[in-house]
């Protein structure tokens, strides 16, 4: 499903975030990724999802090359994805319930459905009560969850989760975790960034270690492998979507909306070629 080819990637300031990595993860696996500070793991996953382009080597998701997308089809392959950004990327002017049914809304999912969807999510991660208040009334732990509510609430084939649990106490990661295992036990494909090695542990999967921009370890989990999931689909699953969604309708509320759109789906104003 995702596999790196002598991938390098040097920021513009002559930062070499990564050097020669080469790694292939199957669909229906359940990864972490770990690593210091400045290791590199935010940019392993931003070539993912095509927030950074390698300077060499190959980034293939679902069959594509990336280096071969058309900025018009990052959108396409966004949404096969879903993300939890280190650092949030909610809305501030939207309440947690907008901020999560926004994900739903710029696929043209229907009213009903996201009444339906947007409860049950928040409820998987415990912001029920939390519905109507917006991104600075919550604690940072609270944020984390609802940008994970965001991440789930499309069913991506792929989540993508950067210190998803960096702000929230050992119970609520616990159970964050569990609730990944849960996902992942039904198929969906997952990257997990950590720094907790409890967790870690813990869930005995398999752990990639990324120390300098180079992979130095990358060892298989014992836990028992998900249940014989879905056929994969490979190639078929970004292309599917490529024959079947419509361009994604606008949605201009700010320029904080734009970006946050641009994030998560890939879309970025008018800026389509
Ligand atoms: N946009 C950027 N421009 C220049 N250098 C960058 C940029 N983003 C990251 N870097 C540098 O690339 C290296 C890898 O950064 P990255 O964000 O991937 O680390 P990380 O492993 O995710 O760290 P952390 O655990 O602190 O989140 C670091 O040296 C960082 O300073
Ligand atoms: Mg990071």
């Given at each position: 499903m995702i596999e790196f080819r002598g991938v390098h990637k040097t920021y513009?300031?002559?930062?070499?975030?990564?050097?020669?990595v080469n790694i292939n993860i199957d669909k229906g696996e359940f990864v972490f990724i770990v690593g210091a500070s400045g290791a590199g793991k935010s940019t392993f996953l931003k070539l993912i999802m095509r927030e950074e382009v390698p300077n060499a080597g190959e980034v293939i998701v679902n069959g594509y090359k990336l280096s071969k997308l058309k900025r018009r089809e990052i959108p396409y392959l966004r949404r096969t994805m879903g993300i939890v950004f280190q650092d949030f990327r909610?809305?501030?002017?939207?309440t947690v319930f907008d901020n999560v049914a926004f994900a739903m809304r710029v696929t043209g999912a229907s009213k009903r459905e996201v009444r339906k969807r947007v409860p049950y999510i928040l409820g998987l991660v415990g912001l029920q009560n939390k519905a109507?208040?917006?991104?600075?009334?919550?604690?940072g732990g609270e944020q984390q969850r609802v940008s994970l509510a965001r991440a789930l609430v499309n069913n991506p084939s792929l989540i993508i989760a950067d210190e998803?649990?960096?702000?929230?106490?050992p119970e609520m990661s616990y159970e964050i975790m569990e609730l990944l295992t849960e996902i992942n036990r039904r198929g969906t494909t997952i990257l997990v960034v950590t720094h907790e090695h409890d967790l870690v542990q813990a869930f005995s999967r398999r752990v990639i270690v990324i120390d300098d921009g180079t992979v130095v370890s990358d060892v298989a989990g014992?836990?028992?492998?998900?249940?014989?999931?879905?056929?994969s689909a490979g190639n078929a699953v970004v292309a599917d979507v490529l024959d079947t969604i419509q361009d994604v309708p606008t949605e201009k509320e700010s320029d904080t909306v734009d970006a946050v759109l641009a994030d998560i789906i890939g879309r970025n104003g008018g800026d389509e070629q």
């Open positions: 513009d300031n002559g930062t070499k975030a990564l050097k020669d909610l809305i501030p002017t939207m109507r208040n917006f991104p600075q009334e919550l604690s998803p649990t960096g702000n929230i106490d014992t836990a028992e492998p998900p249940a014989a999931s879905a056929p």
